[in-house]
């Protein structure tokens, strides 16, 4: 009987004390990971837009502007983002979306709390005098409900729950709302991706984001294409900022 459950729990990766990332070492973190793939799981220092996210060949240089925010930015006026997408972090994010990998939910939420954190940090060191953006609520993208069904969770929802949690802030599970099924980005040009995610979020009570400083919340976010129709859609709802954060940046 223990051994069924031992053998459950391990295929799970929830074996006591292991790595819940490799399911091979012995746990070493606060987050349940061993020494190697904490490592593997540093987050980027800096070298992307402080706007879009978009990532600069040095990982070092601080955020700045990028040459497009400055000619044609998105709606949203900053991003958060943990790490670029590759390597560790982007097989955990596999391998909890499409393989039902929930014992990897908790070490993403807990990145997802240090993205922000470790934004909310940079932008405090870059401008000591300005003040934060500060938020109001967390809105998380939502699936398309044919697509909910498929994956049976929203994982961006998932995601959210602990930094809404923590921050105190209302998560708006219903904030935004998908009015149509999109193809997958994957594979179209940065344009096409605008074209298909043109109008597919709609804020279905606008109330809830009338005069709000909104934080979306993503687990990927590629070009900013879908991010920026889920901000629109925020701001037609009368939300008076909204910015991103996601765990990674492709
Ligand atoms: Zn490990
Ligand atoms: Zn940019």
Same mark, same amino acid.
């Given at each position: ?19 819940? *990332? +490799?399911?091979?070492?012995? #746990?070493? &973190? =606060? ?5 190697? +793939?904490?490592? &593997? ?8 837009? =402080? ?36 390597? /560790? ?49 967390? %809105?998380?993208?939502? *699936?398309?409900?044919?697509? *909910? ?15 809404? /949690?923590?921050?105190?802030?209302? *998560? ?16 179209? =040009? ?11 979020? %709609? ?16 687990? %990927?976010?590629?070009?900013?294409? &879908?991010?920026? #129709? ?9 939300? %008076? ?10």
């Amino acid at each position: 009987m223990l051994q069924a459950v031992r053998a459950i729990a391990s295929q799970l990766g929830i074996a006591p004390g292991r790595c819940r *990332l +490799c399911l091979q070492h012995q #746990a070493a &973190t =606060s987050l349940g990971l061993c020494a190697g +793939c904490a490592q &593997t799981l540093a987050p980027r220092p800096g070298g992307y837009c =402080s706007r879009c996210g978009e990532l600069f060949e040095r990982e070092d240089d601080p955020p700045r502007l990028c040459g497009t925010c400055r000619l044609q930015p998105p709606p949203f006026s900053g991003v958060f983002l943990y790490a670029a997408y590759e390597g /560790a972090l982007q097989e955990a994010i596999i391998q909890y979306k499409y393989h039902g990998r929930h014992a990897v939910e908790r070490v993403l939420q807990g990145l997802l709390l240090q993205a922000y954190a470790g934004g909310c940090a940079r932008t405090t060191q870059a401008a000591a005098s300005a003040t934060l953006p500060g938020h109001d609520c967390v %809105v998380p993208l939502p *699936l398309h409900p044919a697509r *909910l069904r498929e994956r049976g969770f929203n994982q961006s929802l998932e995601l959210a729950r602990p930094l809404a /949690a923590m921050h105190r802030l209302p *998560l708006l599970a219903q904030g935004l709302a998908r009015s149509r099924r999109t193809a997958p980005q994957a594979g179209f =040009s940065r344009a096409e991706r605008r074209e298909n995610v043109r109008d597919a979020f %709609v804020a279905p009570r606008p109330a809830l984001l009338a005069g709000r400083r909104v934080l979306l919340v993503d687990d %990927v976010m590629t070009t900013g294409a &879908t991010a920026g #129709a889920a901000a629109l859609a925020c701001l037609q709802a009368g939300a %008076v900022r909204v910015d991103c954060c996601v765990l990674a940046r492709a």
